[in-house]
């Protein structure tokens, strides 16, 4: 964690962790979200696509010129929140081993979403 701190972002609010999105910047200038998340009592109120904005500016100041993101092929609420931010969403057989489909998301940067 240390090593990509300044692309791991937190939404810290009085009554505690609101969310939270880490990820990293790859050599090929690729900024890949590893996990984003919402507490339950903030869904549905643009904190997820207000963390995606921030992580986005992180990352074009490291390179990226564009983003990636994985999730279960069964997670049908991350495959909607990334579609309505913009992202590209593909089902890639195998991708995680012989059997083992993902969704896979990829957009381009900059990310006017917000
Ligand atoms: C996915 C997640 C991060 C979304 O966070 P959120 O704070 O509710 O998202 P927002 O309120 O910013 O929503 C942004 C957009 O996505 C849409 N969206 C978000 N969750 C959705 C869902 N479950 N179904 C359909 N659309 C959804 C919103 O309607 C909104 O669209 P709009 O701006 O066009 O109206 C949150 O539901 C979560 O933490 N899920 C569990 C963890 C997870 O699955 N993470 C992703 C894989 S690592």
Same mark, same amino acid.
């Given at each position: 964690?240390?090593?990509?701190?300044?692309?791991?972002?937190?939404? &810290? !609010?009085?009554?505690?962790?609101?969310?939270?999105?880490?990820?990293?910047v790859?050599p090929?200038?690729?900024?890949?979200? /590893?996990?984003?998340?919402? &507490?339950?009592? !903030?869904?549905?109120?643009?904190?997820?696509?207000? *963390?995606?904005?921030?992580? !986005?500016?992180?990352?074009? &100041? /490291?390179?990226? &010129?564009?983003?990636? %993101?994985?999730?279960?092929i069964e997670?049908?609420?991350?495959?909607?929140? /990334?579609?309505?931010?913009?992202?590209? %969403?593909?089902?890639?057989?195998?991708?995680?081993?012989?059997? *083992?489909?993902? %969704?896979?998301? /990829?957009?381009?940067?900059?990310?006017?979403?917000?």
């Amino acid at each position: 964690m240390q090593e990509f701190g300044s692309t791991c972002l937190v939404a &810290r !609010a009085e009554d505690g962790i609101r969310g939270y999105i880490f990820g990293f910047v790859t050599p090929g200038g690729t900024g890949y979200v /590893h996990l984003i998340a919402t &507490r339950d009592d !903030a869904r549905g109120t643009g904190l997820g696509r207000r *963390l995606y904005t921030a992580f !986005a500016e992180a990352a074009e &100041r /490291h390179g990226a &010129r564009q983003l990636k %993101a994985i999730t279960s092929i069964e997670n049908t609420g991350s495959i909607a929140f /990334h579609r309505s931010l913009g992202f590209d %969403a593909k089902i890639v057989d195998d991708y995680n081993g012989h059997g *083992l489909a993902m %969704a896979v998301f /990829h957009r381009d940067l900059p990310l006017n979403i917000s």
